[in-house]
Nanobody, 116 residues
């Protein structure tokens, strides 16, 4: 089994920054992608950013230039640095880990609220 524990959510004013972290443990294996998704009330869960086992990244158009995803393979962690936050970034953010050819795993989610 794989466990994902997120941290770093909270309330921030528009234009502010937050840093989300996700720590993975369990039967992770050596080749896996990690990413962040978000789900706002009444909307479907959407991809925010993903980083592959090789370090390639991909971002949703809505966050390009504002968010940065990174990973530490030694610590099995993935981090999402979120800058210039907007009210429309408000959502529950979920960490995701994909073991290639095996399965996909989700964290419990962390709330991010952008409001003045």
């Amino acid at each position: 089994q794989v466990q994902l524990v997120e941290s770093g959510g909270g309330l921030v004013q528009p234009g502010g920054s937050l840093r989300l972290s996700c720590a993975a443990s369990g039967s992770i294996g050596s080749i896996y992608h990690m990413g962040w998704y978000r789900q706002a009330p009444g909307k479907q869960r959407e991809l925010v950013a993903v980083i592959t086992s090789g370090g390639s990244t991909n971002y949703a158009d809505s966050v390009k230039g504002r968010f940065t995803i990174s990973r530490d393979n030694a610590k099995n962690t993935v981090t999402l640095q979120m800058n210039s936050l907007k009210p429309e970034d408000t959502a529950v953010y979920y960490c995701n880990l994909i073991r290639i050819g095996v399965s996909s795993y989700w964290g419990q989610g962390t709330q991010v609220t952008v409001s003045s």
